[in-house]
């Protein structure tokens, strides 16, 4: 069975220092991964994913994620961190189901500190 | 674009009525969209998956007739909860498919329904 890991419930970073947030995954076959973030009370907005090709993935507000077949992981980075930044963040992989039906990690909660 | 719009955003009413939310694609058509429940400080659990001109799929512990789903068109899909009771309070959240989209293709999420039942 497919499954996601987030092993952090949150991070905390300092406005301006690099973040990470970290994503294990279990899948058959070849993963399709995902990030999405959400706002409070908001419903989840597409970060970058992962399907082929190069490991370093660049997405949406200068975030991107390195994608690591050996590990397993999927974490997502930014070199710099805002404080609007500040989010709850969903790793997800889709099932090879081919019917796109995501499953997600826990979340990570994010919190940028001026 | 790839917009999704939930109605209504917010409800409280009372144990035992029932409630209807809406999801809607605005500018796209979508065969596919997905219902998602999520509690508080947890993730989004996938409640079922509903298909434009044919019944949902429900996720195994979802009961069909406590949650109604209805997707009558390529814009719209509906969730009913029917008979609501305080443990239905919770976040509902839809998301939908662009028609003819890859299994790479990144879902379209609305803004979610946060329901209280009183």
């Known amino acids: 069975a497919q499954s996601v890991a987030q092993p952090e419930d949150q991070v905390n970073v300092a406005e301006g220092n690099p973040l990470t947030v970290k994503c294990t995954y279990s899948v058959s076959g070849n993963p399709y991964l995902f990030w999405y973030v959400q706002y409070p009370n908001r419903g989840l907005q597409f970060l970058l994913k992962y399907i082929t090709g190069d490991n370093l993935v660049k997405g949406s507000y200068g975030f991107e994620a390195e994608f690591n077949k050996s590990q397993t992981s999927f974490h997502l980075k930014k070199p710099s961190a805002l404080v609007s930044d500040s989010a709850l963040y969903f790793c997800a992989v889709v099932m090879n189901t081919g019917f796109q039906k995501l499953v997600f990690g826990t979340g990570t909660r994010l919190l940028v500190s001026p | 674009g790839a917009v999704v719009s939930q109605h209504p955003s917010w409800v409280i009413c009372k144990s035992g009525t029932s409630v209807k939310i809406e999801c809607r694609s605005l500018d796209f058509q979508a065969t596919t969209m997905f219902w998602y429940r999520q509690f508080p400080k947890q993730s989004l659990m996938l409640m079922a998956t509903?298909?434009?001109?044919?019944?949902?799929?429900?996720e195994q512990g979802v009961e069909k007739d406590k949650f109604l789903i209805n997707h009558a068109s390529l814009t719209l899909s509906t969730l009913t909860v029917t008979s609501a009771h305080p443990e239905d309070s919770s976040f509902y959240i839809c998301?939908?498919?662009?028609?003819?989209?890859?299994?790479?293709?990144?879902?379209?999420f609305g803004d979610g329904t946060r329901l209280s039942i009183l």
């Open positions: 998301s939908a498919i662009r028609q003819g989209a890859r299994s790479d293709q990144p879902q379209h």
């Open positions: 509903s298909n434009e001109g044919s019944k949902a799929t429900y």
